[in-house]
């Protein structure tokens, strides 16, 4: 919580008030993609190697919930089905890489791939809950 502290955004709604500046950097994909792999390090607590999961949550909606829709659906798995309790540093570079290269209906998803487990896991969820 210390990188959120600086920020003087010692809550999760304290936080969410920090969402206008989040969403300059959001519009410049270079820029974006550095703030991202910033944050995890910035927002996760210090003597941690993971973040919270409701950490991890509020961010990837600030972030990425206005410009890449599947994060609202990946959030609510989270939320719900509460897979995991902390989020690690793959799961969280990864998961850009995931809303930038999938498709939003998931139809192009490759389950060979090197995706993290939690991400076949969203998927499986993603495709039962549409049928």
Request: charged share 30%.
């Amino acid at each position: 919580m210390t990188g959120m502290q600086s920020l003087g955004a010692d809550s999760l709604d304290k936080l969410k008030t920090k969402r206008p500046e989040f969403e300059k950097v959001i519009h410049d994909p270079n820029e974006m993609k550095d703030v991202y792999r910033y944050t995890f390090g910035y927002a996760k607590t210090k003597d941690q190697k993971c973040m919270d999961v409701d950490v991890a949550c509020v961010l990837w909606t600030m972030m990425m919930g206005n410009q890449f829709p599947i994060t609202a659906e990946f959030v609510r798995f989270l939320q719900e089905k509460k897979p995991v309790k902390v989020i690690n540093r793959d799961q969280w570079q990864s998961f850009l890489e995931f809303v930038l290269t999938v498709s939003s209906d998931l139809s192009d998803y490759d389950e060979t791939s090197a995706w993290p487990v939690l991400f076949d896991e969203f998927v499986e969820w993603k495709r039962e809950e549409d049928q």
